[in-house]
């Protein structure tokens, strides 16, 4: 990973000189990323330039370094919808079952199946969503979909993550649709994650939240006891808040559950058995790591490229 200094570009900088770098010297473009960019171009440049299609902001848990972007050329949203459009061109063929990730990086491999299958590029395509507001962008792109009630033969799920180590293990659920991703993304063949290189982290739970949903019943007495938990309580900088919603309501999820988001000053030291340790306690509905389930996660550069990292064997 390249070191990351804070600075602040103008956005308008960088993608359409790192696009017409790629043009005229395909090789510039690491890996697969030339393949990606040469038939997408005519028609990416000017696409680059509008603000990405997103659905209205969703309630995130903060994330220490947000704001933080690479010295290069593009832009944190430029990257992940470099990385969305290129999982989906690498990834999806026509008549798969596709789950559908949640996210702002999620949200432009949705935009990309939805564009693909209007110009006859993909045909026959299944969606299944990982959250409301993912079904609603589907379903106005014309993307048909279905429930896990109805099949769970996924072929491949595209989705976001809030941190991923080098295993390919994740933190997700800083947008609150963990329950319904790890449901989707259990069942898929393919679990390609989408993200740009700030998310990449030595180990899990440092960056940010590490979010836990639960039981709206109780659910003091179930964050005290998530709190208590061996492995939780000996990371150093533990402390466990109720997401909060325009202030002073609680963040509900689209399972009418609550969030309880931990927060550390070092990773932890077992995600395995903090895994299992949150899975015990009653009330807790799912929690936000995500192991040993990515197979393989393409990471947006802020040169316009994109890494394709397997999972370790
Ligand atoms: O609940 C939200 C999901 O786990 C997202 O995949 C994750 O928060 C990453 O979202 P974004 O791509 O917006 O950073």
Sequence with gaps: ??????????????????????????????????????????????????????????????????LRMAVGTVSQDEMKKIVGYKAVDDYVKSDMLVGLGTGSTAAFAVERIGEKLKSGELSNIVGIPTSERTKEQALSLNIPLVTLDDRYDIDV?????????????????????????KLVEECAKEFVVIVDETKLQKGLGVDGAMPVEV????????????????????????RAELRMQDGDKP??????????????????ADAKQAASELLGVTGVVEHGLFLNMATVCLVGKPDGTVDAIKRPS
């Design 1 to 66: 990973m390249e070191p990351f200094r804070k600075a602040v570009l103008p956005q308008s900088l960088g993608v359409t000189a790192v696009l017409l770098l790629s043009l005229r010297h395909p090789s510039s473009v690491a890996g697969s990323s030339a393949s990606f960019l040469r038939p997408a171009a005519p028609s990416l440049l000017p696409r680059l330039r509008q603000r990405p299609l997103v659905s209205a902001p969703q309630p995130q848990a903060p994330r220490r370094h947000q």
């Design 215 to 238: 039981n709206k019943f109780c659910w003091k007495f179930v964050m005290d006891r998530i709190k208590g938990l061996p492995s939780i309580k000996a990371v150093k900088g533990c």
């Design 251 to 268: 963040y509900e999820t689209d399972n009418q559950n609550y969030i309880v988001d931990l927060y550390f000053d070092e990773p932890l």
């Design 157 to 181: 799920a595209i989705d976001g993550a809030d941190e991923v180590d080098p295993n390919l293990d994740l933190v997700k659920g800083r947008g609150g649709a963990l329950l319904r991703e």
